[in-house]
């Protein structure tokens, strides 16, 4: 675990309920007491309605792949060993979209609208990733 | 209530600074190279100058300041833009407004960045692009997200997704625009470029290679913008700022429709119904064009083709010297050099100035488009140039 070398920026104090969730294996979104829009990423005021009354929801978890990149130049060290590695853009069932990285699944494998699922990867011992994986029903 | 601008205000001076590798000048020493040398060509003196917006490096605090005091300014109004690679031709814009508005009457606009200089000047500073100290920023890093690539990358997959656009359609804006800079002697990328090399070029971020993004280079370009009465006293034909307009779809890169159909399109309707004219009536475009795909976005959402269409339109030869819209003639940033769209706000006056060779001139250039595209990927803005008032 202390070996980890990739970048695990802090958390904000409007991301961090979400960062708690994650090492819970809870994916949660915030979504609008008054309108019922779902968005990401975390922020105070509701983007449709400007509400502020708003409740950290624990969403499906389920979605399909929007697009993808699959990167061939390592920009940090970090990732140097897993090119070529996909950034992924997966779009939730409940709505917002959401940069991430699919596993069990090579690059070459992906393709936009592809069912995926949310997993949880135990990156560190105060940090939790989520990752999505290929959906078995899908 | 709202007033049509349009003709009432012109470029009437371009400048730039040497291009390529400029280690012997900084951000601030380029610009002002390229500020003067636009004074210059308007045949105005620094006297006359009473507005100044600029563009630099965004470590610069209060960048206008730093231009300013390089050039002995004083005006009555300046500023520097936070729109990326959108500010250039929105700060043309803006001087029309602020002109419009009786702040200020002649207008310096500017951008300069020792780019290349950053990453290579020093020791130093080759060492600091080995060990890639950066920002990291949430909901990204974590999953190797750096960069600007991935953003054009993953458009780009859902474009080919949904509508088939092809690599070898994206290689032909690279192609076409590397057979404009080997007319331009001042472009980086002189060496010819064939579709078979694009192909079989290194992946950055697949779908996209290393000849779908702009080249990083040292440099400045600069333009003077004033009232077209006075400009009819100047040295040089007037550009005329027949059109502008804005498209921001501040709501993000990633959310709903927008890397499919962006914010150019708000820009270019707004653009192209102040200047009161359409598409057809385009002469040569300059698009923003800091990865392949933007172009073939913009190129849609200008209304040169259909949504969708963009792979066909440009693969057809489009963007070359004899298509239908000769794009970025003098290389654009994928060949003559990444300034952050000023240089195409310049190559769109020049080409309505009619001034460049044979070989460069688009034949009877009557408007360009400029077009503008930055700021976390979502601003845009349009600009459209006129060799008559109207």
Not at chain 2, 204 to 227: E, H, K, M, R
Not at chain 2, 281 to 297: E, G, K, P, R, S
Not at chain 2, 339 to 368: F, S, W, Y
């Given at each position: 675990m202390s070996d980890y070398n990739k970048p695990l920026p802090p958390p904000s104090v409007e991301s961090e309920p979400f960062w708690d969730g994650c090492k819970r294996h809870e994916l949660l979104v915030p979504r609008c007491d008054r309108c019922a829009h779902h968005w990401f990423p975390?922020?105070?005021?509701?983007?449709?309605?400007?509400?502020t009354d708003w409740t950290w929801a624990r969403v499906s978890g389920k979605g399909k792949i929007y697009s993808f990149g699959v990167y061939h130049?390592?920009?940090h060290k970090g990732f140097a060993e897993e090119l070529p590695y996909a950034l992924v853009v997966v779009e939730l069932d409940e709505g917002p979209r959401l940069t991430t990285n699919v596993v069990g699944c090579k690059p070459e494998e992906l393709s936009c609208d592809m069912p995926v699922e949310v997993v949880f990867d135990d990156v560190t011992e105060d940090r939790t990733l989520y990752k999505f994986t290929p959906a078995n029903d899908g | 209530m709202s007033t049509n601008l349009s003709g009432k205000y012109a470029i009437v001076g371009v400048g730039q600074s040497?291009?390529?590798?400029?280690?012997?000048?900084g951000p601030i020493g380029l610009f002002a190279v390229a500020a003067k040398n636009a004074i210059e060509d308007a045949g105005l003196k620094k006297e006359d100058v009473d507005g100044l917006i600029t563009r630099g490096p965004?470590?610069?605090?209060?960048?206008h300041q730093k231009v300013g005091e390089a050039l002995g300014l004083n005006v009555t109004f300046s500023t520097s833009t936070a729109n990326?690679?959108?500010?250039q031709t929105m700060a043309v814009a803006m001087a029309c407004m602020a002109i419009e508005a009786g702040v200020c009457n002649t207008v310096v606009v500017g951008y300069g960045r020792d780019t290349w200089s950053r990453t290579h000047r020093t020791a130093e500073a080759k060492q600091a692009v080995a060990s890639r100290p950066r920002t990291y920023s949430e909901f990204g890093s974590e999953f190797g997200q750096f960069g600007a690539p991935v953003n054009y990358a993953v458009a780009a997959r859902r474009h080919m997704e949904r509508f088939g656009t092809t690599k070898a359609q994206l290689g032909a804006i690279a192609v076409a625009f590397r057979n404009h800079a080997r007319k331009n002697p001042h472009a980086f990328m002189q060496k010819p470029l064939t579709l078979e090399e694009y192909l079989s070029a290194r992946l950055i971020v697949d779908p996209l290679c290393l000849y779908d993004c702009s080249v990083f280079i040292d440099g400045a370009g600069a333009v003077v913008v004033t009232t077209a009465e006075r400009a009819r006293d100047l040295r040089q034909p007037p550009a005329y700022v027949r059109g502008f307009g804005f498209g921001n779809r501040l709501s993000g890169w990633y959310a709903d429709d927008n890397m499919i159909t962006t914010g150019a399109k708000e820009a270019g309707e707004a653009a192209y119904k102040m200047a009161g004219?359409?598409?057809?009536?385009?002469?040569t475009a300059q698009i923003y064009d800091c990865f392949t795909h933007m172009v073939l976005l913009q190129l849609e959402d200008y209304g040169f083709c259909a949504k969708g269409e963009g792979g066909p339109f440009v693969a057809s030869g489009a963007l070359e010297a004899d298509g239908v819209l000769p794009t970025n003639t003098s290389g654009g940033q994928l060949s003559e050099g990444h300034i952050e769209g000023m240089l195409q706000v310049l190559e769109g006056a020049r080409q309505v100035r009619r001034e460049h060779t044979a070989d460069r001139q688009v034949k009877d250039c009557n408007i360009a488009l400029v077009t503008g595209h930055g700021g976390n990927t979502v601003c845009q803005s349009a600009l459209i140039l006129g060799r008559e008032a109207g």
């Amino acid at each position: 675990m202390s070996d980890y070398n990739k970048p695990l920026p802090p958390p904000s104090v409007e991301s961090e309920p979400f960062w708690d969730g994650c090492k819970r294996h809870e994916l949660l979104v915030p979504r609008c007491d008054r309108c019922a829009h779902h968005w990401f990423p975390p922020a105070a005021t509701c983007p449709e309605c400007w509400s502020t009354d708003w409740t950290w929801a624990r969403v499906s978890g389920k979605g399909k792949i929007y697009s993808f990149g699959v990167y061939h130049r390592a920009y940090h060290k970090g990732f140097a060993e897993e090119l070529p590695y996909a950034l992924v853009v997966v779009e939730l069932d409940e709505g917002p979209r959401l940069t991430t990285n699919v596993v069990g699944c090579k690059p070459e494998e992906l393709s936009c609208d592809m069912p995926v699922e949310v997993v949880f990867d135990d990156v560190t011992e105060d940090r939790t990733l989520y990752k999505f994986t290929p959906a078995n029903d899908g | 209530m709202s007033t049509n601008l349009s003709g009432k205000y012109a470029i009437v001076g371009v400048g730039q600074s040497p291009l390529g590798k400029v280690p012997e000048l900084g951000p601030i020493g380029l610009f002002a190279v390229a500020a003067k040398n636009a004074i210059e060509d308007a045949g105005l003196k620094k006297e006359d100058v009473d507005g100044l917006i600029t563009r630099g490096p965004d470590d610069v605090y209060c960048h206008h300041q730093k231009v300013g005091e390089a050039l002995g300014l004083n005006v009555t109004f300046s500023t520097s833009t936070a729109n990326g690679g959108a500010s250039q031709t929105m700060a043309v814009a803006m001087a029309c407004m602020a002109i419009e508005a009786g702040v200020c009457n002649t207008v310096v606009v500017g951008y300069g960045r020792d780019t290349w200089s950053r990453t290579h000047r020093t020791a130093e500073a080759k060492q600091a692009v080995a060990s890639r100290p950066r920002t990291y920023s949430e909901f990204g890093s974590e999953f190797g997200q750096f960069g600007a690539p991935v953003n054009y990358a993953v458009a780009a997959r859902r474009h080919m997704e949904r509508f088939g656009t092809t690599k070898a359609q994206l290689g032909a804006i690279a192609v076409a625009f590397r057979n404009h800079a080997r007319k331009n002697p001042h472009a980086f990328m002189q060496k010819p470029l064939t579709l078979e090399e694009y192909l079989s070029a290194r992946l950055i971020v697949d779908p996209l290679c290393l000849y779908d993004c702009s080249v990083f280079i040292d440099g400045a370009g600069a333009v003077v913008v004033t009232t077209a009465e006075r400009a009819r006293d100047l040295r040089q034909p007037p550009a005329y700022v027949r059109g502008f307009g804005f498209g921001n779809r501040l709501s993000g890169w990633y959310a709903d429709d927008n890397m499919i159909t962006t914010g150019a399109k708000e820009a270019g309707e707004a653009a192209y119904k102040m200047a009161g004219i359409g598409p057809r009536d385009v002469d040569t475009a300059q698009i923003y064009d800091c990865f392949t795909h933007m172009v073939l976005l913009q190129l849609e959402d200008y209304g040169f083709c259909a949504k969708g269409e963009g792979g066909p339109f440009v693969a057809s030869g489009a963007l070359e010297a004899d298509g239908v819209l000769p794009t970025n003639t003098s290389g654009g940033q994928l060949s003559e050099g990444h300034i952050e769209g000023m240089l195409q706000v310049l190559e769109g006056a020049r080409q309505v100035r009619r001034e460049h060779t044979a070989d460069r001139q688009v034949k009877d250039c009557n408007i360009a488009l400029v077009t503008g595209h930055g700021g976390n990927t979502v601003c845009q803005s349009a600009l459209i140039l006129g060799r008559e008032a109207g």
